[in-house]
């Protein structure tokens, strides 16, 4: 990099980048959020300060401080820091940054950390590169990723790095960054003369979701396309705010942890007999976009499963959810989703139907399976008669209240119990009919 390249860099740094990145900390004491981990006596505080970082990969959603630590680090640090982005670094960017490393190492004994943004996006060969420099010390890997490393990051990298989670910020953080960004005559809009009346930053703190970068995103064209009023000064209203915030953005990938964490939430709250709770994670989904056969599928599993005989027309409603949402799609379909959801949220609960076959499978699996008893096996094919194939038969519907009792299970099973049926809802009715049915002493 030569003289011009840096200024042209650095002026772009701190006049014509956005607010977001004008922003960032440049020191640890400037961070604001992530206590957790950043916190004062924290491991990633200590090793940064004392310039004894060994890898790490930041995971956690978009705004939440990860390239912000990584600019953090990069000014603390006696190493040699290095960046690239997995979006559009190659094998090339990698060998370049590695042979300077090296070189680095040999002739200085300084080491170079290696800041690799998006690290999820680099394949598997790309990863499998780094590995051995990073196993020997020729270069401290630094990741972020938005995506859990323990799914797209080569397991080999992983265990040789320490993953820290950050979270999505509180609001009182994001508040505060707000606040910073307002006053900042240097890096913010201070400039401006720019004043955030209170109901309008509680609002962009509240609707950034977490999202640091958004909310200063939406700050940022609030400022340039307000006018300023009599006083000279650039008021942000809480309408204007919300003109430059119009919509909160879920943090929802369908194929990443919010989608799982999600469903499994909304299963969880219609197992539990929370229907508000699972009203909520179906709009979370349905707002996010989620595909609405998938979620009738999870209703329609949880009513098996969950409901069972408890109340059979748990099953019947979510079928007819799932059948009806094909046919009829958006919006419209929220509705039925949200009914199927409600009826299974507040119907009885018993897992009995699926316990039962459980073990079953089970005791099929690992047992030597016993003959079917010969009265039961069919009798219509031929010779089945000569072979004393469904002989003493008796035919239930010949016999008061179409009941006959008689073996039905293998001999080695006679007298095994997989369905255990329970005191909630229907099935209550179900284990009376049953005992009196069974009832030797019945009138």
């Known amino acids: 990099m030569d003289l011009f390249e840096y200024m042209r860099e650095k002026k772009n740094e701190d006049t014509d980048a956005p607010l977001a990145s004008r922003m960032r900390p440049r020191v640890l004491e400037e961070v604001v959020g992530q206590a957790h981990i950043i916190g004062p006596g924290k491991m990633l505080y200590r090793a940064i300060k004392a310039d004894k970082l060994s890898s790490v990969i930041f995971y956690g959603p978009p705004g939440t401080g990860k390239t912000t630590l990584a600019k953090v680090i990069a000014g603390s640090t006696r190493s040699e820091f290095r960046q690239i982005n997995a979006t559009s670094a190659g094998k090339k960017d990698m060998e370049a940054v590695v042979s300077e490393a090296k070189e ?7 080491r170079t950390i ?3 943004d998006e690290i999820h996006r680099f394949n598997k060969g790309q990863q499998d590169y ?3 420099f990073v196993e020997n010390g020729t270069v401290i890997l630094v990741g972020a ?3 859990n490393p323990y799914f797209e990051v ?3 990298l992983i265990s040789r790095s320490v993953i820290f989670e950050l979270r999505p910020l509180e609001k009182e953080d994001v508040r505060k960054i707000l606040q910073r960004a307002v006053s900042d005559q240097e890096r913010g809009v201070g400039a401006y003369a720019a004043v955030m009346e209170e109901d309008a930053l509680e609002f962009l703190a509240d609707m950034a979701d977490g999202d640091a970068r958004r909310a200063l ?11 300023p009023s009599s006083d000279g000064k650039i ?9 430059c915030i119009q919509r909160r953005v879920l943090r929802y990938d369908k194929d990443g942890d919010n989608h799982y964490d999600t469903i499994s939430a909304f299963i969880k709250s219609m197992r539990g007999s929370d229907p508000d709770a699972a009203v909520y994670y179906l709009a979370r989904m349905l707002y996010a976009g989620e595909d609405i056969k998938f979620i009738a599928r999870r209703i329609v599993i949880c009513a098996a499963e969950d409901v069972g005989m408890a109340d059979p027309m748990a099953l019947v409603v979510a079928t007819s959810a799932a059948q009806a949402v094909e046919r009829i799609g958006l919006p419209e379909s929220r509705i039925i989703l949200s009914e199927a959801a409600v009826y299974v949220a507040t119907a009885p609960k018993s897992n009995a139907s699926y316990l039962a076959v459980e073990e079953a499978l089970g005791l099929v699996g690992k047992s030597r399976q016993g003959a079917v008893p010969p009265h039961l096996q069919d009798s219509h094919y031929g010779g089945a008669a000569k072979l004393g194939r ?4 008796l035919y239930a519907h010949d016999f008061p209240k179409h009941y006959v009792e008689q073996q039905y299970l293998p001999d080695s099973l006679v007298g095994h119990k997989f369905f255990n049926l329970g005191d909630n809802g229907y099935e209550k009715k179900i284990k009376e009919w049953m005992s009196w049915l069974k009832n030797k002493e019945r009138k």
Do not use: C, Q, W
């Open 145 to 147: 990723t938005t995506e």
């Open 390 to 393: 469904g002989l003493g038969y």
């Open 235 to 243: 008021h942000i209203t809480l309408e204007v705010a919300g003109e």
């Open 130 to 132: 780094l590995l051995p």
């Open 217 to 227: 995103n939406a700050l940022e064209l609030a400022v340039l396309t307000t006018e």
């Open 114 to 116: 290696l800041f690799v």
């Open 104 to 110: 680095t190492l040999g002739m200085y004994g300084k």
């Open 154 to 156: 080569n397991g080999a």
